[in-house]
T-cell receptor, first 108, second 114 residues
Framework: AQRVTQPEKLLSVFKGAPVELKCNYS??????LFWYVQYSRQRLQLLLR??SRESIKGFTADLNKGETSFHLKKPFAQEEDSAMYYC??????????FGTGTRLTIIP | DAGVTQSPTHLIKTRGQHVTLRCSPI?????VSWYQQVLGQGPQFIFQ???????GRGNFPDRFSARQFPNYSSELNVNALLLGDSALYLC?????????????FGSGTRLTVV
């Protein structure tokens, strides 16, 4: 069965410092990985997806198949990055499996 | 474009009752999925529909059912409500599937069972 693990429920980072939100997954095939973000009082929205290898709002994520990880990174945190972040995977049947989420707080 | 719209936004029901939640996808999106999000957890997959056909079902009891209409809108029905069904129910739509496009989520329906 597929599983997504986000080991940190809470993460606090100073403004301007680097950010790394960890995501590990277990799946024997070749999944597609995503990061979703939920800002305060807003709906869950797609931040970035592995397949497009894009950078959104300064965030990037590299799929490491050897370590089965898809960590989200940003070199310099901004206050507006404070939000709930969910890592998710799908493997073809269109179902998204989400992690439990990490609440990121940027300290001014 | 109004995005994915869900109704109602909040709902309070009594144990044993039945509830119907509604979802309108983004125009042109033919895939609709339902997720349950319990406080402190990530969303859990319930159903996926594409072109009015069920394409996937999560690990939920038969009390949960859904359908998709010709205009691609969808309903989620839950019978014999339990206290544990209290959650945020999210609807998501996609243009062509999660792998390429990801899903666009609605704001959800907050269901409280008392």
């Amino acid at each position: 069965a597929q599983r997504v693990t986000q080991p940190e429920k809470l993460l606090s980072v100073f403004k301007g410092a680097p950010v790394e939100l960890k995501c590990n997954y277990s799946y024997s095939g070749s999944p597609e990985l995503f990061w979703y973000v939920q800002y305060s009082r807003q709906r869950l929205q797609l931040l970035l997806r592995h397949i497009s290898r894009e950078s959104i709002k300064g965030f990037t994520a590299d799929l490491n198949k050897g370590e089965t990880s898809f960590h989200l990174k940003k070199p310099f945190a901004q206050e507006e990055d404070s939000a709930m972040y969910y890592c998710a995977l799908t493997h073809g049947n269109e179902k998204l499996t989400f992690g439990t989420g990490t609440r990121l707080t940027i300290i001014p | 474009d109004a995005g994915v719209t869900q109704s109602p936004t909040h709902l309070i029901k009594t144990r044993g009752q039945h509830v119907t939640l509604r979802c309108s996808p983004i125009s042109g999106h033919k895939s609709v999925s339902w997720y349950q999000q319990v406080l402190g957890q990530g969303p859990q997959f319930i159903f996926q529909y594409y072109e009015k056909e069920e394409r996937g079902r999560g690990n939920f009891p038969d009390r949960f059912s859904a359908r998709q209409f010709p205009n691609y809108s969808s309903e989620l029905n839950v019978n014999a409500l339990l206290l544990g069904d209290s959650a945020l129910y999210l609807c998501a739509s996609s243009l062509g599937g999660a792998r390429l496009y990801g899903y666009t989520f609605g704001s959800g329906t907050r269901l409280t069972v008392v």
